[in-house]
T-cell receptor
Framework: EPEVTQTPSHQVTQMGQEVILRCVPISNHLYFYWYRQILGQKVEFLVSFYNNEISEKSEIFDDQFSVERPDGSNFTLKIRSTKLEDSAMYFC?????????????FGSGTQLSVL | QKEVEQNSGPLSVPEGAIASLNCTYSDRGSQSFFWYRQYSGKSPELIMSIYSNGDKEDGRFTAQLNKASQYVSLLIRDSQPSDSATYLCAFSPGSSYKLIFGSGTRLLVRP
């Protein structure tokens, strides 16, 4: 069964460092997303990406964040200068719009720890 | 601010019982509603989607939607210990493809 894959599963970084989280969405999907979940809190939307551009972003997704689809398979999230509060599980998701509703399929996540 | 409200639980039921999970949402324009299951430390896994008022059944799971009351529920029949997880309610706002998640209800099925 097709799945969304994310690497690495864990990332430890120092505050102020740049990190890149990587994702390979399901191959025939058209929409790609990043969500995050701080420990014990809700899953929060960060950004959606369609047709090689950002279609929507949340207030969390400020200038420190960027996304890119560098080739036909990868989808990346970059955090330019990490803060302690960026520590969270980051989930990539993809979907193929159907019938007016979105069914998101999530990757297994990257646990980011900022020290 | 578009929101989803869920009782955090835990909801504890004996094995074989029916577990009933509830959710209310704030956006009257929403058309798409979803239930996800999340095991501790894992990613959300889609269980059910529902778009129309009424019931939708899939195996042991039944989703119920009442748009007038802005209410969606999930029934799990013949609950199993493996159903013990956090159940996330989510909706897609009418103007967007993103999902807004509730904080989840933790379900504990006792053997």
């Amino acid at each position: 069964e097709p799945e969304v894959t994310q690497t690495p599963s864990h990332q430890v970084t120092q505050m102020g460092q740049e990190v890149i989280l990587r994702c390979v969405p399901i191959s025939n999907h058209l929409y790609f997303y990043w969500y995050r979940q701080i420990l014990g809190q809700k899953v929060e939307f960060l950004v959606s990406f369609y047709n090689n551009e950002i279609s929507e972003k949340s207030e969390i997704f400020d200038d420190q964040f960027s996304v890119e689809r560098p080739d036909g398979s990868n989808f990346t999230l970059k955090i330019r200068s990490t803060k302690l509060e960026d520590s969270a599980m980051y989930f990539c998701a993809s979907s193929e719009p159907s019938g007016g509703g979105e069914k998101l399929f999530f990757g297994s996540g990257t646990q980011l720890s900022v020290l | 601010q578009k929101e989803v409200e869920q009782n955090s639980g835990p909801l504890s039921v004996p094995e074989g019982a029916i577990a009933s999970l509830n959710c209310t949402y704030s956006d009257r324009g929403s058309q798409s509603f979803f239930w996800y299951r999340q095991y501790s430390g894992k990613s959300p896994e889609l269980i059910m989607s529902i778009y129309s008022n009424g019931d939708k059944e899939d195996g042991r799971f039944t989703a119920q939607l009442n748009k007038a009351s802005q209410y969606v529920s999930l029934l799990i029949r013949d609950s199993q210990p493996s159903d013990s997880a956090t159940y996330l309610c989510a909706f897609s706002p009418g103007s967007s493809y993103k999902l807004i998640f509730g904080s989840g209800t933790r379900l504990l099925v006792r053997p």
